[in-house]
Structures are given as structure tokens and as C-alpha cells.
């Protein structure tokens, strides 16, 4: 399916998820880089040693869930915007998403922006919580957005619409 439209299989996306007990610990990131290219900032920018390093520049990320603390580093640092950190912990009806939004205008904190799934259909209103803008001048922001927890596995971004959402 990735090849022919671009967008992972549900079976990948499943397999990048840490399992529920790891996801009720708190923040974690989940990285959806299914394709073996020659990248490793994740790896190399990981303070954690949570991403294995890689034997070949072509790898795969390795991510031990169980090391990631949620930082962001890999997120700030992935030029495929592949990586987002999940904290299912954030409340009990909804789950925080940290992701890169390389789109204009941002966001603003406090405003509400729609949600979309990978088909970059509309599923659901979300609140933006923070926007954050990197120390480095040429890294994309970071979104960190609170959607409904039964949206745990079909988000993956948001729109800013004109009507102010």
C-alpha cells in the first residue's frame, strides 16, 4: 500500500506503536519510517541511546520503547517528518500528540485545529496545547495537539482551516 498511495498499512502503523502497557507510562515517540533510505538524524540525536544506532546509514529506526522518555529530539531532528511522541497519559479521555507542522499559518495554543487521519481526511476537532519552535533555525515546529484517545491509531495531523480553526 505505501508504495502505490504513499500511506502505510495499517500493519505498519501497527507495528511502530509501543504496546498499551508502555503507551500507559507516559510519553513516548513512534516513528512511521517504513522505507530504507540513507538518513540516521534520529539515531544520532537520541541522548537516551533509545533509537538503536544504526550498522548501515540504509536502517530502519529501532526504537526501544522502554528507554524513550518522550523528549522530541528525534521529532526536531527526522528531515521525513516520520516521528511524533504520543502521551497517552495526557488525560482521561484524550491522548496528546507531539508532531512536526511544516505548513503555514501555525497554530496558535489555545485554538482549535482540525484533525486528520492519513488520508488527510477530517476526523476530529483538536486543541492545540503548545507550539514550539526549535533552538536551530532550519527545524520544522512542533504541534502538540489533545485528541480523543478512541483516535489513538488513525491521527496523524491537523489543518488549519480559515473559519479560525
Same mark, same amino acid.
Given at each position: ?5 504513499? !500511506?502505510? *498499512? ?5 507495528? *511502530?506503536?509501543? *504496546? ?10 513512534? %516513528?512511521?519510517?517504513?522505507?530504507? %533510505? +540513507?538518513?540516521? +538524524?534520529?539515531?544520532? *540525536?537520541? &541522548? &537516551?541511546?533509545? !533509537?538503536?544506532?544504526?550498522?548501515? %546509514?540504509? #536502517?530502519? @529506526?529501532? =526504537? ?32 496528546? /500528540?507531539? =508532531?512536526?507542522?511544516? /505548513?503555514? @499559518? ?10 486528520? #487521519?492519513?488520508?488527510?481526511?477530517? !476526523? ?10 526549535? &533552538? ?15 483516535? =489513538?491509531?488513525? /491521527?496523524?495531523? !491537523? ?7
Amino acid at each position: 500500500m505505501l508504495e502505490k498511495t504513499g !500511506i502505510a *498499512s495499517e500493519e505498519q502503523i501497527a507495528s *511502530s506503536f509501543p *504496546s498499551m502497557e508502555r503507551l500507559e507510562k507516559g510519553p513516548v515517540a513512534v %516513528i512511521e519510517c517504513f522505507q530504507r %533510505i +540513507p538518513c540516521n +538524524p534520529c539515531a544520532t *540525536s537520541c &541522548k &537516551k541511546g533509545a !533509537i538503536v544506532p544504526f550498522v548501515d %546509514i540504509n #536502517d530502519l @529506526p529501532d =526504537l526501544n520503547h522502554q528507554k524513550c522518555n518522550g523528549c522530541s529530539l528525534c521529532v526536531f531532528n527526522c528531515p521525513g517528518l516520520a516521528i511524533m511522541v504520543v502521551d497517552y497519559t495526557y488525560s482521561e479521555t484524550q491522548v496528546s /500528540f507531539k =508532531l512536526p507542522y511544516e /505548513f503555514l @499559518p501555525l497554530p496558535l495554543e489555545g485554538s482549535t485545529v482540525m484533525g486528520l #487521519d492519513r488520508n488527510g481526511d477530517a !476526523i476530529c476537532d483538536c486543541d492545540v496545547l503548545k507550539v514550539t519552535n526549535s &533552538k536551530v533555525m532550519d527545524r520544522t515546529p512542533l504541534v502538540t495537539v489533545a485528541v480523543d484517545k478512541k483516535h =489513538l491509531m488513525t /491521527f496523524r495531523n !491537523i489543518k488549519v482551516v480559515q473559519d479560525g480553526r
